[in-house]
T-cell receptor, first 114, second 112 residues
């Protein structure tokens, strides 16, 4: 009965490199959300996806960030040409119902940009 | 705009009762959720209130007053393991779909 899985748990990238963060939702869940959390802060909504569709990307920076949730495989959050300000914890969540108040979170990926 | 306010830190002793308040301003409101997060780990869902009143789940209760744009989480019989950050989150509608808007969190320290 696996929960939401994210990998890697920790990722170190130099400025200008690309970061790829993966998320496998709970079994049976087709709704995936990505959040960013800075130290001592709350979770900031980034994007909401269903299989093969981006439903809401209003929280995503317009440049360098993209997300996908293909028919097969995990959801991917991709950050191109990373900068120091991208250093944060990135959490993925999934839900059974769409746009749900009850979301199941993964352990997060800690991204450090050096 | 949308904003949620909750105290940054609360300290209490084992066995006591603590209340964590949350006030919100949103352009669209469905309900108020509460999440717990230990040491930066995976947040876990605690409760959801869509209607006014108190919802009880074991040692935890959550309250909502829609007219006051206010809610709280009540933790009873505190245990050391309750030391964590607690986030209120509004399920808000607007834009492409509904989404959860999180507060900045309240760090609860339970002392022996």
């Amino acid at each position: 009965n696996a929960g939401v899985m994210q990998n890697p748990r920790h990722l170190v990238r130099r400025r200008g490199q690309e970061a790829r963060l993966r998320c496998s939702p709970m079994k049976g869940h087709s709704h995936v959300y990505w959040y960013r959390q800075l130290p001592e802060e709350g979770l900031k909504f980034m994007v909401y996806l269903q299989k093969e569709n981006i439903i809401d990307e209003s929280g995503m920076p317009k440049e360098r960030f993209s997300a996908e949730f293909p028919k097969e495989g995990p959801s991917i959050l991709r950050i191109q040409q990373v900068v120091r300000g991208d250093s944060a914890a990135y959490f993925c969540a999934s839900s059974l119902q769409g746009a749900s108040y009850e979301q199941y979170f993964g352990p997060g990926t800690r991204l450090t940009v050096t | 705009g949308q904003s949620l306010e909750q105290p940054s830190e609360v300290t209490a002793v084992e066995g006591a009762i603590v209340q964590i308040n949350c006030t919100y301003q949103t352009s669209g409101f469905y309900g108020l959720s509460w999440y717990q997060q230990h040491d930066g780990g995976a947040p876990t869902f605690l409760s959801y209130n869509a209607l006014d009143g108190l919802e009880e789940t074991g040692r935890f209760s959550s309250f909502l007053s829609r007219s006051d744009s206010y809610g709280y989480l009540l933790l009873q019989e505190l245990q050391m393991k309750d030391s964590a950050s607690y986030f209120c989150a509004v399920l808000s509608y607007g834009g492409a779909t509904n989404k959860l808007i999180f507060g900045t969190g309240t760090l609860l320290a339970v002392q022996p």
